[in-house]
């Protein structure tokens, strides 16, 4: 069995003023079909408990360093291995994280997050009781179904 390295190039244009490759600041604030979400030196530190019962100590452990990216209308991709901070990124950005330990800044279109954002926006966790019985598209209509009949669910007097 011979060991083959492989390597992948993906062509990057030169940084512009907002410091994020490939795109200039006119894209971020416009874009034919939808918001443009962007995100800047994302990091996020949660405290943990390590050691015996008696010996406790808290320990910051960092969960996202430095995070940078850009996704515009379409279709995204968050790549990487297990552990690597994939699902914690998309709850940083879908404003799911307790915002202690959290530095950086998302913005939409340019602009900071609206007040109302989590209203406006949906997310379906990884984790779900269905599992992969469903296609994306029936899968999502059921997430935004269960959503809203539990959302006006709780708005009866």
Request: charged share 15%.
């Amino acid at each position: 069995m011979s060991s083959n390295s492989y390597q992948v190039s993906i062509p990057m244009s030169k940084r512009n003023t907002n410091g994020l490759p490939g795109s200039s600041s006119n894209e971020l604030k416009t874009s034919a079909g939808g918001a443009v979400l962007s995100f800047h030196d994302i990091c996020y530190r949660v405290k943990v408990k390590s050691g015996f019962l008696f010996c406790r100590k808290t320990v910051e452990k960092e969960i996202l360093t430095n995070i940078n990216g850009i996704m515009k209308p379409g279709l995204n991709a968050i790549l990487g291995p297990t552990g690597g901070g994939k699902s914690s990124l998309l709850d940083v950005l879908a404003a799911r994280k307790d915002p202690h330990g959290l530095s950086g800044d998302v913005l939409i279109n340019g602009a900071p997050r609206p007040a109302n954002f989590k209203c406006n926006s949906g997310y379906v966790v990884q984790v779900s009781i269905c599992g992969l019985a469903l296609w994306v598209s029936l899968f999502l209509y059921w997430a935004s179904a269960l959503f809203f009949f539990m959302s006006a669910f709780h708005n009866l007097p």
